[in-house]
């Protein structure tokens, strides 16, 4: 079994700074993309940032500038830098990757159970 894992979100004050972590654990034989996604209350789930097995990232146009997605590969765990954040960053953050279990299973979508970030004015 897969799970991914995040840790690192809370409350902070509008212009401070979170990093939230996610790590891939169970039978995992190759990952993929991983990313972050976040849902505010009473709308969709959105894409905030995705990072390609290569290194290369995709921001949501709402937080390029201030957000910064990496990954551990060694660790299977994607992070995500938030600075400067703002009243309307809050929201539950999840974190996804696409992988596959062994070399003869295809790639499929795994998601975190979601942390909540709360940015406070």
């Known amino acids: 079994q897969v799970q991914l894992v995040e840790s690192g979100g809370g409350l902070v004050q509008a212009g401070g700074s979170l990093r939230l972590s996610c790590a891939a654990s169970?039978?995992?034989?190759?990952?993929?993309?991983m990313g972050w996604y976040r849902q505010a209350p009473g709308k969709q789930r959105e894409l905030v940032a995705t990072i390609t097995n290569g290194g290369s990232t995709e921001y949501a146009d709402p937080v390029k500038g201030r957000f910064t997605i990496s990954r551990d590969s060694t660790k299977n765990t994607v992070y995500l830098q938030m600075n400067s954040l703002k009243p309307e960053d809050t929201a539950v953050y999840y974190c996804?990757?696409?992988?596959?279990?062994?070399?003869?299973?295809?790639?499929?979508?795994?998601w975190g159970q979601g942390t909540q970030v709360t940015v406070s004015s």
């Open positions: 169970g039978r995992i034989f190759s990952i993929n993309d």
């Open positions: 996804h990757g696409t992988l596959r279990r062994s070399s003869l299973s295809f790639f499929n979508d795994y």
